[in-house]
């Protein structure tokens, strides 16, 4: 199934400020269970867990929801980031477009069928 979502993010030494590289897992939220990611939007299976650059930097796609993420390494307090929403903004689920200027988006909407609605401020901005 295409239209994965990006997740991108980096792991930082606090004391130097430099990324440093480590294990990244990734769960489907609140259980001990790897969640399904991808290498590309189009849905190319990734390994699970992932390991940094060596700047500390990765990513991964995954479905849009929430996830947990655990990032462990050596000299890592390993750490885990609870209920990290993954969302997507998909072109083909905009339901309505304003009229021609520049406009205020006033709201997104998931539908639960992973649609989103789009709201604008009537108003365009000048």
């Known amino acids: 199934m295409a239209n994965k979502v990006a997740y991108h ?22 259980t001990a269970v790897l969640a399904t990611i991808y290498s590309d939007k ?7 867990p992932l390991t940094t650059d060596a700047n500390g930097r990765f990513s991964f796609y995954a479905d849009p929801g ?6 462990s390494g050596v000299g890592i307090t390993t750490y885990r980031l609870e209920d990290v929403s993954i969302i997507g903004i998909y072109n083909e689920f905009v339901t309505s477009d304003p009229g021609s200027g520049e406009h205020r988006l006033r709201s997104l909407r998931l539908t639960s069928g992973l649609g989103i609605i789009v709201k604008y401020d009537g ?3 000048s």
């Open 123 to 125: 108003t365009p901005e």
């Open 42 to 48: 189009e849905g190319t299976a990734e390994s699970n």
């Open 9 to 30: 993010s980096m792991v930082v030494n606090v004391a130097t400020g430099i990324g440093t590289q480590a294990t990244i897992s990734v769960f489907n939220q609140g």
């Open 66 to 71: 929430e996830y947990d993420i655990q990032v």
